[in-house]
């Protein structure tokens, strides 16, 4: 709970404050009568408004009628960036403020009472690993810590340390995340594993919020369009404050901007660990034994010493840098390592590299691979590990945003798949033949197959259709989603996955 007074506060402390506008009034102190107002909810949802609820007015287009159905409802004060002049300009209080995403950010802070101060907040950022390494890590700190760690991922979100539920969002709105980061401290959670989107940096979702721990993964240019990055180097930045924001950081030697990243985190005064291959010259560095076995060796004599021969259950030997990321991470709050072994080898994460059989030899892998990076190692583990078939990709790209993905998918699939059936993944509000025709613009290997079929069920049909034993057939994108973003809205979907599973037994009679 804040009142009105301790909320205009607060705004003032990061110069975030402009005017108080109440009617006609325009004032920068809130009026003795109205300081002890109480403000009991918080809100940027006017469909989701309680009796005194403090109404955030979020977004780059907000349309005032959302302000006034939310003062209906019960709404007595708000935050916006631009003076309400409408009919009920006289029921409600307006905090006006240089930027209502941070104005948000700090205010809910404030609000759930700080739950970052009772919780070890650990943070992974990464073009391609994230999901993986939250994983990764939030089992094996499980396997020492008795299930006193909490997850945010843009698959799951669990509070409890036992039950899971659907994610929205790679990283919540922050007035979500800090009422799910109260609700995980309430719950007795001591840790929590979250992934921290570029975006949440770009939209202030992280604002005001500071990282125990930071991991940086990896990068190369995606989520590059008008809605979301203008430029690489925006992007790049956007995920390096999570560099700045830490109090550890934990960065792959083996990134090709390492240099700049290390060097923002010692000028912000913040420790910098490294990791990476046996190629590298990391603090900390891995050596592939076999597919699914790693052994890690420390480098470093300011450094915990980390040791170990270890095993995962998720294919790619990329993941042995997530994992071993994960390892460095609890390696910071323990040091037994059989647990990180057993937590490491229990380890599943539904939708990513999941791989699916049948008797009459047909194979297939569901991932949520969507980007070069991601879909560039992918790909080259399928080839590697299954060099007799063909590869044949169930591939769409997302309609309104990361345009510059459509070029990548292309010139991932001319590289390395044998077959591309271009589909549908969320078309948002574009044609998804458009954005199809647009990837095989870039599909320049004369020696693809290539289809197109914008229905994603039938698409992976076919895929089956023209699968024999010995082929792989590479589901990407859409995991065990059971949706489809469509012209704003959520159309029922049966799942990559779930669907795969279902085609591998009729296929097998």
């Known amino acids: 709970m804040l009142t009105l007074n301790q909320a205009a506060n607060i705004l003032k402390q990061d110069e975030l404050l402009r005017e108080i506008v109440i009617g006609d009034d325009w004032r920068f102190e809130v009026p003795a009568n109205l300081k002890d107002r109480r403000l009991q909810f918080l809100s940027y949802d006017s469909r989701r408004i309680a009796p005194d609820t403090l109404f955030m007015c979020k977004g780059l287009h907000f349309n005032e009628k959302y302000l006034e159905d939310a003062i209906d409802k019960g709404a007595v004060a708000c935050v916006t960036e631009n003076v309400y002049a409408g009919k009920d300009q006289n029921r409600v209080v307006q905090l006006v403020v240089n930027d209502v995403q941070k104005a948000m950010a700090l205010l809910a802070r404030e609000f759930y009472n700080n739950p970052q101060q009772e919780l070890k907040v650990i943070g992974f950022t990464g073009t391609k690993g994230k999901t993986t390494s939250v994983y990764f890590a939030r089992h094996l700190l499980n396997e020492v810590f008795d299930h006193k760690v909490a997850q945010l991922s843009s698959i799951a979100e669990c509070l409890d340390g036992e039950h899971f539920e659907e994610a929205h969002l790679t990283t919540p709105e922050s007035l979500d995340l800090f009422r799910m980061m109260r609700q995980a401290a309430d719950n007795g959670m001591k840790y929590l594993i979250m992934e921290v989107s570029s975006q949440a940096y770009k939209k202030s979702r992280v604002y005001g919020l500071h990282f125990d721990i930071g991991i940086f993964l990896n990068i190369a240019a ?28 934990i960065i792959n030697r083996e990134c090709p901007y390492y240099d700049l990243l290390a060097q923002k985190a010692l000028a912000a005064g913040n420790q ?11 603090d900390y560095r891995y050596v592939v034994d076999s597919p ?27 993941n042995d840098s997530n994992a071993l990321a994960a390892l460095i991470v609890g390696r910071q709050f323990s040091d037994d390592t059989v647990a990180f072994a057993k937590g490491l080898e229990k380890t599943t994460v539904p939708g990513r590299m999941e791989m699916l059989s049948n008797q009459r030899g047909l194979l297939a892998c569901v991932d949520y691979a969507h980007n070069y990076l991601s879909l560039n190692e992918s790909f080259k583990y399928m ?6 078939g063909r590869l044949i ?4 790209a997302a309609g309104g945003k990361a345009e510059s993905r459509r070029k990548d998918i292309g010139e991932a699939l001319a590289k390395y798949a044998d077959v591309a059936i271009l589909t549908s993944e969320d078309n948002f509000f ?9 990837i095989k613009a870039h599909i320049d290997n004369p020696d693809v197959e290539v289809h197109i079929n914008v229905d994603r069920a039938k698409a992976i049909q076919d895929a089956f259709n023209m699968a024999c034993p010995g082929d792989v057939m590479f589901m990407a994108a859409k995991g065990r989603e059971q949706f489809m973003h469509e012209k ?14 279902k085609l591998m037994r009729e296929y097998d009679e």
């Open 222 to 249: 995606d989520h590059i369009s008008p809605v979301e990055h203008p430029s690489f180097e925006d992007y790049l930045y956007c995920k390096s404050q999570l560099i700045l924001n830490s109090s550890k950081v």
């Open 430 to 438: 574009e044609d998804p033949h458009k954005i199809d025709e647009e």
């Open 272 to 282: 910098v660990i490294s990791f990476g291959s046996s190629q590298s010259n990391a």
């Open 393 to 396: 990709v169930v591939i769409g």
């Open 292 to 318: 699914h076995e790693f052994h890690v060796a420390t480098f470093s004599s300011q450094q915990l010493q980390l040791t170990g021969r270890f095993k995962i259950n998720i294919p790619g030997t990329f």
């Open 383 to 388: 080839k590697n590990t299954y060099p007799n």
């Open 488 to 501: 704003g809205r959520d159309i029922p979907y049966v799942g990559d996955y779930q669907l795969t599973q």
